[in-house]
Every structure is written in structure tokens, then in C-alpha cells.
């Protein structure tokens, strides 16, 4: 029999149905701290936050990393509390190490990174935390050079730490926002699938623009490939009208060599040579002609860019909306949503408007307008549920340091059903305040601007409202057209802190009708061709919706700028790392 190698990396898991026990088995007791099961640690989250902030597990022994937020040298120098946290929760482990474990003075900078095994203890009596680890092993250390470390322990404002956006996961504000987006995003999943929706993934570069209003960045390569044949013609220019004329001529001898041999009926050997020379010649000369044609600059055709050049033969963009693709997938399986990023070339400079965002677009079918303020509604209450349910102590971290009614707010909209009014009374109401001097103008037929959104959720209504039957002079041609032939079926959900959150509608089914809002919105038909065979072939009712991931990040937490509360925010002028 073949002996077994040795192999340290054999896989060291047990069978999936035992696996799935075992897991099971680690929370089930909560007097065991479970460990990680693909790190070698324990998580700070399954110690400071288990029932009674993990009194119980004194004397358990434990391993676990994490980056030192406060550390201070104690006793003269004789031992070291640190403050520790690995990202898992808010709260800190405190860590006591003793100067014969390690020398202390390369632990206690904030933002060390420490990996250590010890023993939980209880701390002595009147201080604030249950439990403490007391250090027997130091594993690992990630130093830092305190001088040079660009996030001192000192508080620094969000608008600092822009300019860290790598490191600035390491604070507390953006951790925890963190964890309340990830929060968000897997309640955003659960709330789908279990209303029976299938996830579907549109594509991030489209020759489509969805909302028509010419705000995509455009994909193409023709910029880069420009540039890489200027540097090279400069290197090596093209072949000059002489060069060109000198070749041809070569070519022309070389014919007369073949027949001056033929005619003196040379050897077979000689003849295929003088071929095999011409034809070195004239593929020469086919060379010259093609490089003489290498001109600088973008390539053109009747005077304009030649997009038959570019990457993918014609122009394309990065998408603005998962819509118009995900209707496809509804229109076959139903009941769909789509959740990816989104890009808006728009020169925004708000603290509402990122130019790459998130959004979660479902798409229903056999649906209209009132299912989809429906839907819109039990999600985003299902989504404050869960956070409260869920996320309670980054929330109160949030209320602590961010804004006071953050908690009350997702406990309100969790239990209050959403005010409904369509536009036509939404401007009426606005356009009787006396209270308020508006900046924009409030008038049918013109948009609603941020200010009277916010009016409307915050001042008059004091809840989320959803606005529907807009103008169609304002709004995307894809929305139903009502009977009154002025407003199509369209809602926007409005939130307090925020204004518009969502942006949906019924979708035009009727052929006839859609092809003309097209036309008359300006747009050309010849783009929008295949969505259109969703009207052509088996069109049925349909309504969906798009909210925007960050807006509902920043309602949630109630920081001021959606630069926050975004891993990477991109914006004009920015784009970092
Ligand atoms: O209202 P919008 O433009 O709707 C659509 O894109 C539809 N195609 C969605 C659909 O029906 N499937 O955008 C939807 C939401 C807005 O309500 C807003 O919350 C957010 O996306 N949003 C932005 N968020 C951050 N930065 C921007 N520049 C945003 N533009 C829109
Ligand atoms: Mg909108």
C-alpha cells in the first residue's frame, strides 16, 4: 500500500453534517468562550459580550489579536493595561501584561497589534469591566512607531480621517459603521430570500444608460491605447514617403529578378529562392503602408470618435442602475433583486451624492404600484428591526457620540406605518408653508428639491413618507403613464436626516406607449431595442425599486456625510487608494 505523506496542510475538517453540530455545539454553551473556527483565537465579542460581559469564563484560558486603542505602563513600569479590540464589537478586552512576559514599552502604542494567550480573570472589585485577560504568553507583536502613526489616540473628526481611508478602519466610529453596514447588507439578503426573491447580478459595465440622463463614466480604452502609440511613434516614427518609395521599388526588382531567371531557366533551388524574396519584400512593404497609416491621437471616422476601435467595438459605461437588466430576469423568474455598486457621473458636491454607490433594486412582477410602496415599506422597517434586534450596542455607540436619536428613530419607523401622499397634495401642503423660507421653488411640475423632502418627512409628517404619481415631465421614461396622461406611477420613499432613501415605480408594460415616452424624452430607440422585447414578448404588470445603500447607512447611524459611511468613497476630485 502507498504510504500517506506527511501533509500539514491536510484538511483537518470533519464531515459538513458534523460540522454544522459543532458549531452549534460552541453556541449552545455559554460557559465556554468559543473559539474561532479558521483562526487560532477567541473572539473579544465572544468574551465582553456574552450575558454577563464574561464574569463567567474566569479561569478559562484563551488566545486573542487585536489592536491596542489605549495602553499605559502601570506600577513603575512593572506591568501594562491594554486596551484591546479586534473589530468583532465595540467594546475593548482589557489586557494585563506583566514586564517579565515582554518588554511593555513596544506594546502600549495605539494601533500595536497584539497576539497574546493568557488566563481570564476577574478584575478586582469596583472596576468597571467583568473580566480581564491577564497575559501569560506573547505571541506576536505588530509594532508601531508612536511619532509617525497617523492616528494618535486624541479624537479625530470623520473629515480627518478621509484622508486615511485604509487605516481609518482602525477607530471606533468607522468600525462601527462598518458593522452596521454588513448588518444592513446580510438584513437586506434575509429580507429577500425569505419573501422568495432570487438575487441576480446586472452587469457593472452596460451600453444602457437606465435613468437617461447622461450621467454614466464612460469604459474605454482607446485613451490608454492613445497614449501607448504616441510613445511609441515618438520612439519609432513612421516610415517616411522615401522609405515607402524605396521599398517599392525593391519589390518591383525582385519581380524582374524572378522573370530574368525564369526567362533564363534557371534552377528550380534559384527560382523559389528569388520567390521567398519578393515575398519578404512586398510583406515588408505592407508593413510600411500600415505603419504609415499610425497617425497620434484618437482614432476617427467622419469626423468623429471611431468607437469600432475601442475595447468592446462600440461605446460603453458603468452602469447607473441594475434596472433595466434585472426587469429581464423579473419578466421570466418573477420575483428578483439585484444589489451591486453604481456609478453617477454627476458634479455633486452634497453630503448625499457619492459617484460610486450601492443600491438594492428588487423587481416584482404581476405587481403595481401600491405592492411596491408595500414592499419598499415592510424592507425598510424590516431593516431598522434588525438593527435594533441586532446591532443595539454599535447603535448606542452611535447615539453616544454621533446623534442622540438615532436609536428612537429606527424604533419609530420599525413600528410606524409610512404616510402616503401623491405629489400634486405634497406640493399643495409645501406651498402653504409660512414657517419656512425654501431656497428652491416649490411649484407643480418641478422636481421636489432636498429641503422639501425633508420638510415633508421631518416637519409636517414626522415619519417616513412615500410621495407617488409624479409629473412625467420630471421622471424616467421607463414609469407607467397614468390615465390623466401628466403624472406616471412613480413613488420616492422619504426618511427624517436623509429625504430620499428610495426611488421606484410601476414600469410601463405597453409597448406602444413606452416606445414613445422614449422619443419624446429626447432619447434614441436604438439603445434601448432589447429591453424593449420584455414589452414585445409575454409583457406583463411589473413595479420595482432602488434604495440607496448609503442613505440608508447614513439614516441608520445619523452621520452627516455619506463620505462616512462608505469603505471608499469616491466623489469629484477624490478617489483614493
Ligand atoms: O431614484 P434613483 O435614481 O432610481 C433608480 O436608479 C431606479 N433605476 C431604481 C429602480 O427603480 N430600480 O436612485 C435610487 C436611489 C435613490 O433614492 C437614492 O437613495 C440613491 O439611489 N441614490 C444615490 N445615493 C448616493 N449617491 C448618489 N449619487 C445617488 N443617486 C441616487
Ligand atoms: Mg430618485
Redesign the pocket.
Known amino acids: 500500500m502507498e504510504e500517506q505523506m506527511a501533509n500539514e496542510y491536510a484538511s483537518p475538517l470533519p464531515p459538513i453534517h458534523q460540522m454544522a453540530a459543532a458549531t452549534l455545539t460552541d453556541d449552545s454553551d455559554s460557559s465556554i468562550v468559543p473559539w474561532c473556527q479558521f483562526s487560532r483565537r477567541v473572539l473579544i465579542r465572544s468574551i465582553v459580550c456574552s450575558p454577563d460581559g464574561g464574569a463567567s469564563l474566569a479561569g478559562q484560558n484563551v488566545t486573542v489579536g487585536g489592536w491596542v486603542k489605549t495602553g499605559r505602563e502601570q506600577g513603575k513600569g512593572t506591568f501594562a493595561f491594554l486596551e484591546l479590540n479586534d473589530g468583532s464589537c465595540p467594546t475593548n478586552l482589557q489586557v494585563i501584561v506583566d514586564e517579565k512576559v515582554a518588554p511593555l514599552g513596544q506594546l502600549v502604542p495605539t494601533g500595536t497589534c497584539v497576539y497574546v494567550e493568557g488566563v481570564l480573570k476577574k478584575p478586582p472589585e469596583g472596576t468597571k469591566q467583568s473580566v480581564e485577560l491577564r497575559v501569560e504568553k506573547v505571541l506576536d507583536v505588530g509594532t508601531v512607531d508612536p511619532a509617525k502613526y497617523p492616528l494618535p489616540k486624541t479624537k479625530l473628526t470623520l473629515e480627518f480621517l478621509r484622508d486615511f481611508v485604509h487605516l481609518r478602519p482602525r477607530t471606533n466610529a468607522i468600525s462601527a459603521v462598518s458593522r452596521i453596514r454588513n448588518a444592513l447588507a446580510y438584513a437586506t439578503h434575509t429580507f429577500f430570500q425569505k419573501h422568495g426573491f432570487l438575487y441576480v447580478h446586472t452587469p457593472i459595465i452596460t451600453t444602457s444608460d ?2 437617461g440622463a447622461g450621467e454614466m463614466f464612460q469604459v474605454t480604452t482607446l485613451l490608454s491605447d492613445t497614449e501607448k502609440l504616441e510613445k511609441e511613434l515618438k520612439q519609432n516614427p513612421p516610415p517616411s514617403e522615401a522609405e515607402i518609395d524605396a521599398e517599392k521599388l525593391l519589390v518591383q526588382e525582385k519581380g524582374e529578378d524572378i522573370l530574368q531567371l525564369k526567362s533564363a531557366k534557371a534552377s528550380k533551388e534559384k527560382i523559389t529562392a528569388a520567390v521567398a524574396e519578393l515575398t519578404r519584400a512586398k510583406e515588408n512593404l505592407e508593413r510600411l503602408e500600415e505603419r504609415s497609416k499610425l497617425k497620434p491621437g484618437l482614432p476617427e471616422k467622419d469626423g468623429k470618435i471611431d468607437y469600432s476601435r475601442d475595447f468592446f467595438a462600440r461605446q460603453a459605461f458603468l452602469t ?4 433595466l437588466q ?1 426587469e429581464g430576469f423579473a419578466c421570466a423568474l418573477s420575483n428578483v433583486y439585484t444589489f451591486g455598486p ?1 456609478f ?1 457621473a ?1 458634479h ?1 458636491h452634497t453630503s ?4 460610486e ?1 450601492w ?1 438594492v ?1 428588487p ?1 416584482i412582477a404581476f405587481a403595481d404600484l401600491k405592492d411596491d410602496m408595500n414592499c419598499a415599506e415592510a424592507y425598510v422597517r424590516f431593516l431598522c428591526q434588525w438593527l435594533l434586534d441586532n446591532c443595539l450596542d454599535d447603535m448606542q455607540f452611535m447615539v453616544e457620540n454621533f446623534d442622540k436619536t438615532a436609536i428612537n428613530r429606527l424604533k419609530m419607523v420599525a413600528l410606524t406605518p409610512f404616510e402616503r401622499i401623491s405629489y400634486t397634495d405634497a406640493v399643495k401642503l409645501l406651498e402653504k408653508v409660512t414657517d419656512k423660507k425654501f431656497e428652491n421653488k416649490v411649484e407643480w411640475g418641478i422636481d421636489l428639491a432636498s429641503e422639501h423632502e425633508r420638510y415633508l418627512t421631518e416637519v409636517i409628517f414626522k415619519k417616513p413618507v412615500i410621495v407617488y404619481n409624479y409629473p412625467k415631465g420630471i421622471k ?1 421614461f421607463y414609469m407607467r403613464l397614468n390615465d390623466d396622461m401628466k403624472t406616471v406611477a412613480a413613488m ?2 422619504l426618511v427624517p436626516k436623509v429625504g ?6 410601476q414600469r410601463e408594460e405597453r409597448y406602444e406607449v413606452i416606445q414613445k415616452r422614449i422619443l419624446e424624452m429626447g432619447l434614441p430607440l436604438e439603445p434601448y431595442d432589447w429591453y424593449l422585447d420584455t414589452r414585445r414578448y409575454g409583457t406583463i404588470k411589473h413595479c ?5 445603500f ?2 440608508m447607512v447614513l439614516f441608520a447611524t445619523g452621520i452627516d456625510n ?1 463620505r462616512d459611511v462608505i469603505p471608499f468613497p469616491r466623489y469629484p476630485g477624490r478617489a483614493d487608494l
Not at 430620499?500 to 415605480?505: A, F, K, P, T
Not at 420595482?544 to 440607496?548: D, E, I, S, T, V
Open positions: 437606465c435613468e447607473v442602475s441594475g434596472q434585472v453604481t453617477r454627476e455633486s448625499r451624492h457619492l459617484a454607490f443600491m433594486e423587481e424616467a420616492d420613499v430620499e432613501l428610495v426611488g421606484g415605480s420595482g425599486f432602488g434604495l440607496g448609503e442613505r455619506i
